[in-house]
């Protein structure tokens, strides 16, 4: 039984570490046939090395020791001590890079100079005798200098600035003439485009322009009354009265058939207008004629048409306008019981009087202006102080401050955020043109409140809008 034992521990021995050296030499060749492919010819000669090493301790292992040579254990050892050498001293692949490794700078590492050795001139980077450059100091731009700057980012695409205002003109004309066919007893004016992009005030894209059409009202059949004067209490607003009824009565007017209790009412001509762009007019046709695609926005309370060309999306908005008494007043009416009141806008008088101080004294307020325009239209807080309540702040400005100059540009423009500010602190801005109007009563204290904490951040540090 004993010697049974001993027989299956030999067998063990030998076969068994035999199959095993095997079976290892077999992965080693398939690892090596295959290394190339795998890892490249530096990793293939890295694994030959390392296989080779192995193999010859796999083999002394298993060889049979001359015991009568002392010396052959200790020689043994030795030659793998050296075998092992040859992997710890082979020279890695090089690494692979990572993205983030492509920021840092590629510095190749100094040779350690030995004592006494003249120094390597040739591994200096800069030629013998060359002066050496000091490195410039960081310019930090100041408040004028970033203006200018930001207003150069301001620009309207060219291809924009060109094709919106020749589409909306071709879209203006198909309009007009649907509306002499369809309703010819009406005498309405000859429409017109208006807006920031036709005025230069426009920034960063065209996207809305306004067309507008006039309202020819009989001025011995129609008289105004003031908003201030009726139960809304508000001066911006006017009513259109009827007159005269006992000597011309209704039917008089072609405009009679949109009077509300004596008035022209802007909410039953805005409904009438409504149905006809949203249900009588072929705008697919209109469309396909002109290269785009023209939707008119059926749940909005505005006269609003979206447009859809291959390099612009446009919204194009139209205000039915009656200019009576110096007055411009649009069909738009506030939210509420109230229909028969028309919104007074002071949009062609505010550019008019903008441009006429800056060609005055050659001023950068028109400049200002569309900065500001800019950073309310990039800042959603601020969204609803574009237009009018920069505008009037600009003009308030210009009665005080005498300095417009583009020099001046900074100054002006830190003092346009500190009116901003007072004005919304207080919650009362008044119209340049109308002291008793305040351009603050639609917002909500909210908003108020909001835009406040914005522009009083960055009085501190104008920058922050620029961004």
């Not at 020689?75 to 992997?87: C, H, P, Y």
């Not at 006494?116 to 960081?138: F, H, I, Y």
């Not at 620009?155 to 071709?170: C, D, G, T, W, Y």
């Not at 950073?375 to 959603?380: E, N, T």
């Amino acid at each position: 039984m004993a010697a049974f034992w001993q027989q299956r521990g030999r067998r063990q021995e030998n076969g068994g570490l035999g199959s095993v050296i095997d079976g290892l030499g077999s992965v080693f060749d398939v690892l090596l046939a295959n290394a190339r492919l795998v890892l490249g010819v530096s990793g293939a000669a890295v694994l030959a090395i390392a296989t080779l090493a192995v193999k010859r301790l796999i083999d002394r292992a298993t060889s049979p020791r001359d015991e009568g040579d002392p010396k052959a254990e200790q020689k043994s050892l030795e030659d793998s001590w050296q075998d092992l050498t040859l992997i710890k001293t082979t020279p890695k692949p090089p690494k692979k890079q990572r993205r983030e490794d492509l920021s840092e700078p590629l510095l190749s590492p100094a040779r350690p100079q030995v004592p006494g050795e003249a120094p390597d001139l040739r591994s200096s980077s800069a030629p013998l005798g060359a002066p050496q450059v000091k490195p410039s100091p960081l310019h930090c731009l100041t408040l004028q200098e970033k203006l200018l700057s930001h207003s150069s980012q301001l620009a309207v695409p060219e291809i924009q600035a060109s094709l919106v205002p020749q589409l909306a003109r071709s879209i203006c004309i198909q309009l007009q003439n649907f509306l002499r066919s369809k309703l010819p007893e009406l005498p309405f004016g000859r429409l017109f485009l208006s807006g920031a992009l036709l005025d230069g005030l426009e920034v960063l894209a065209a996207e809305h322009i306004h067309l507008m059409l006039p309202v020819v009202l009989d001025a011995g059949l129609w008289s105004l009354i003031s908003g201030e004067d009726t139960v809304v209490r508000n001066p911006q607003y006017w009513m259109i009265k009827r007159i005269d009824l006992g000597y011309f009565p209704r039917g008089c007017s072609p405009w009679d058939r949109f009077i509300v209790g004596r008035y022209l009412s802007s909410s039953v001509l805005n409904e009438t207008l409504h149905k006809l762009l949203v249900a009588s007019i072929n705008w697919p046709a209109i469309g396909g004629l002109l290269g785009c695609a023209i939707h008119p926005v059926v749940a909005s309370r505005e006269l609003k048409l979206e447009v859809k060309h291959d390099q612009v999306d446009l919204s194009i908005t139209l205000f039915p306008v009656v200019e009576m008494e110096g007055k411009v007043l649009l069909a738009v009416p506030p939210e509420g019981l109230v229909e028969n009141l028309w919104l007074e806008s002071f949009y062609r008088a505010e550019v008019s009087r903008v441009k006429e101080l800056d060609a005055g004294d050659s001023g950068a307020r028109q400049l200002c202006l569309r900065i500001m325009n800019g950073v309310c239209k990039s800042q959603p807080r601020l969204h609803k102080l574009r237009g009018s309540p920069v505008t009037h702040i600009i003009l308030h400005l210009s009665d005080t401050a005498s300095d417009w100059a583009e020099e001046s540009l900074a100054d002006r423009f830190q003092q346009v955020l500190e009116e901003l500010v007072a004005s919304l602190e207080k919650g009362v801005l008044p119209s340049y043109f109308n002291p008793k109007i305040n351009l603050f009563s639609g917002l909500l204290e909210e908003e108020i409140d909001e835009m406040g904490f914005v522009l009083y951040r960055a009085i501190s540090e104008p920058e922050l809008l620029l961004k």
